[in-house]
Structure formats: structure tokens, C-alpha cells
């Protein structure tokens, strides 16, 4: 009888894991994400590919804090193809918006820039436990209030954190 038991017991623990692979690799719906995902500083960077005058990439580069209950801050620098002949040393601030993630651990954020600059809607992924998000621009409004001018563009956060917070 024991013998039959650690047979049986054998057998479930080889095939339970294999059955619950394919259910995941199918997609999952409830991956465990929420707001609270993300908290914290994020570094991030924009690559932005504009179909209009001028035309060619925009880059960007800031850090954004998550506040882990669907707000969102950050401050940026946006860099200028170095068309300028000084350098500023000022990084935008007081760009303030809100998140949401879904339990799938994708999400929507939007980001009012500033009233010279607009605002932008973002459609993200989350990866790696909340360390980096994938993200790109679902829509831009500018200042005037006016959808702006199609465009294409990447967003990578990564996590700031030291090794003992790994």
C-alpha cells in the first residue's frame, strides 16, 4: 500500500507542473499586478520617431516615481540633437499624472507635461516583477488642445535600486 502511495505521489508531482505550463504560456488574465506593482523611481527614456516638420527623432531622458496607489511625478530632459549651442542644465519639472494596471500587468498612464508641452496618454507592459516597464504613446494632445501630429514612439523604465533591494 505504501508503495502504490509514493507511486501515486510521484506521478503527481511530475505531472501537475507540466499541466500547469501550458495554461500560462496560453496567457493569463490574472498575472497578480496592481498599482501597487509599481513604486518607487523609475530612470526612463523616449525614443520618438515625429511624421512632420521638423521630421526625425525626438529623445528624452528622466527619472518618474510611482507611488504605488496610481500617481505618478517625474522630471525629464529633453535632448536637442545638439542643434543648441549651450547646454541648458535644467531638467523639466512639476509633470505630474496617474496610472492604472490591470491585473494582466498591462496598464494606461497619463502625464500632463506642462502647459507649453501637453499631454501625453501612454499604453505600458510591466516585466520582470515591477522592475522594468515597456511603454509607448497612445495619444498626444498639445497645449492648445489639438490631437498632435501622428507619431511613433518607445519608452523604457528601468527600476532604480541598489543591490540589497534586488
Known amino acids: 500500500m505504501k508503495r502504490l502511495l509514493f507511486k501515486g505521489m510521484l506521478a503527481a508531482a511530475i505531472v501537475l507542473p507540466a499541466l500547469s505550463g501550458p495554461a500560462r504560456a496560453g496567457g493569463d488574465d490574472d498575472l497578480g ?4 506593482t509599481l513604486k518607487g523611481d523609475y530612470a526612463f527614456a523616449v525614443l520618438t520617431i515625429v511624421a ?9 531622458v528622466g527619472l518618474g516615481t510611482f507611488d504605488g496607489r496610481g500617481g505618478f511625478t517625474q522630471i ?12 541648458d542644465e535644467t ?12 491585473r494582466n ?4 498612464m497619463t502625464i500632463n507635461l506642462g502647459a507649453t508641452v501637453g ?3 501612454n499604453a505600458f507592459v510591466i516585466s520582470n516583477g515591477g522592475r522594468a516597464v515597456r511603454a509607448v504613446i497612445a495619444a ?9 501630429t501622428p507619431l511613433q514612439s518607445r519608452i523604457d523604465f528601468w527600476k532604480v535600486a541598489s543591490e540589497q533591494d534586488n
Not at 33 to 36: I, K
Request: aromatic share 10%; charged share 10%; with cysteine.
Open 33 to 36: 499586478c496592481s498599482n501597487a
Open 52 to 60: 512632420a516638420s521638423p521630421p526625425g527623432p525626438g529623445v528624452v
Open 76 to 87: 525629464d530632459y529633453p535632448g536637442n540633437g545638439g542643434t543648441d549651442l549651450g547646454l
Open 91 to 102: 531638467f523639466r519639472t512639476g509633470q505630474t499624472g496617474s496610472y492604472t494596471v490591470n
Open 105 to 108: 500587468c498591462t496598464g494606461f
Open 119 to 121: 499631454v501625453t496618454e
Open 140 to 148: 498626444f494632445t498639445a497645449p492648445n488642445g489639438a490631437l498632435a
